[in-house]
């Protein structure tokens, strides 16, 4: 959202029309909020609220200087801790609010990377920039947009899915402890090649946050289970992912 009242404060200025950006920010998050309100509920809004107000006090007192000379290097640095931080907020199920809120939902509801969902907004954003306020700033801000979403994505963990497969003489302690639990599984029987003893197999499609939870349960109900995790990159079916 600041990079969006950042274009409009400079397009007003074309108009002689002086908004600050923090205002800009308060005035385009007012439709947002309300958005958010009826999509996430009071929780995952007032959160995001909390983040609005944030920004926009640290936006009016933080003083616009350069702390390095390069303009790449800030650039970088700037991008990497902004990509850290709003990443830690969808890690704890809000947003920073703005355009944010959007990309939630599309990452929930069409399972998209946050960092994807993010680079397509940003990019339309881009295209409107480099047609008003020409190529060379159009290239930072190119920079600034891959490192902010190349982070989002490395610190938001619960989009990455991931299979759980689980060898297990004790099935019926570990099927009792996952009915309790909100993912499916499916169990398979097997036998081992070498001492060909009945083993069987449980499968479980997961998100990579919920792994070190259901490792705890399922070593709790058998302490001798062998556990793998693989990441998966498509699914596609009857699979709810948590927010």
């Known amino acids: 959202m600041p990079g969006i009242a950042q274009l409009l404060n400079g397009l007003l200025?074309?108009?002689q029309i002086n908004l600050s950006i923090s205002n800009l920010v308060v005035i385009l998050n007012i439709p947002l909020v309300i958005l958010s309100l009826l999509l996430?509920?009071?929780?995952y809004t007032l959160f995001s609220l909390t983040a609005v107000v944030s920004n926009v006090i640290f936006l009016g007192i933080i003083p616009e200087m350069s702390i390095l000379q390069e303009r790449l290097t800030n650039t970088i640095v700037g991008s990497v801790i902004i990509g850290i931080g709003i990443g830690l907020c969808f890690r704890n199920s809000f947003s920073t609010g703005g355009t944010d809120v959007v990309v939630s939902y599309i990452q929930q509801k069409y399972h998209k990377d946050i960092g994807f969902?993010?680079?397509?907004?940003n990019g339309l954003i881009l295209g409107i920039t480099a047609i008003f306020f020409g190529i060379?700033?159009?290239?930072?801000?190119?920079?600034s947009m891959v490192a902010t979403s190349y982070v989002m994505d490395k610190i938001y963990i619960q989009?990455?899915?991931?299979t759980l497969v689980v060898f297990t003489k004790q099935p019926a302690a570990l099927t009792k402890k996952l009915r309790n639990y909100s993912h499916g599984a499916t169990l398979f029987p097997g036998k081992g090649i070498y001492a060909?003893?009945?083993?069987d197999m449980l499968l479980m499609l997961i998100q990579k946050n919920e792994i070190s939870f259901l490792k705890k349960m399922i070593l709790e109900g058998d302490p001798d289970a062998f556990i793998s995790v693989q990441t998966t990159d498509f699914v596609s079916g009857n699979y709810i992912r948590r927010f």
């Open 13 to 15: 200025k074309f108009i």
């Open 159 to 162: 989009q990455k899915n991931v």
């Open 196 to 199: 060909e003893q009945e083993t």
């Open 40 to 43: 996430f509920g009071w929780n």
């Open 136 to 143: 060379p700033g159009t290239v930072y801000s190119l920079i």
């Open 117 to 121: 969902v993010n680079t397509v907004m």
